[in-house]
Nanobody, 115 residues
Framework: QVWLVESGGGLVQAGGSLRLSCAAS????????MGWYRQAPGKQRELVAT???????FYADSVKGRFTISRDNAKSTVYLQMNSLKPEDTAVYYC?????????WGQGTQVTVSS
């Protein structure tokens, strides 16, 4: 089990930017795959971006070119830089850690983009 704490959500106008942070517990962060998911009201949770332990990246098509995921192993933290935000990006954003096939989740942070 990895404990995850997200921060950085809030209210922003369309076209604006936010940076989400997710701090992880434990000493094995550098060998853990990390990701961000989001869930809008009435919709299923969807994958936004992932960064593998070795650094390979994946982005959902809807956020490519606008969002950037990164990790700082020294701080056991993963980030999601979100630029050019759109109203359809409004959702609760969840941090995910995957180690040995086991998923851990943060409590979520609300991102609201006004038009």
């Amino acid at each position: 089990q990895v404990w995850l704490v997200e921060s950085g959500g809030g209210l922003v106008q369309a076209g604006g930017s936010l940076r989400l942070s997710c701090a992880a517990s434990g000493s094995m962060f550098s060998t853990t795959g990390m990701g961000w998911y989001r869930q809008a009201p009435g919709k299923q949770r969807e994958l936004v971006a992932t960064v593998a332990a070795r650094g390979s990246l994946f982005y959902a098509d809807s956020v490519k070119g606008r969002f950037t995921i990164s990790r700082d192993n020294a701080k056991s933290t993963v980030y999601l830089q979100m630029n050019s935000l759109k109203p359809e990006d409004t959702a609760v954003y969840y941090c995910n850690a995957r180690r040995g096939g086991v998923d851990s989740w943060g409590q979520g942070t609300q991102v609201t983009v006004s038009s």
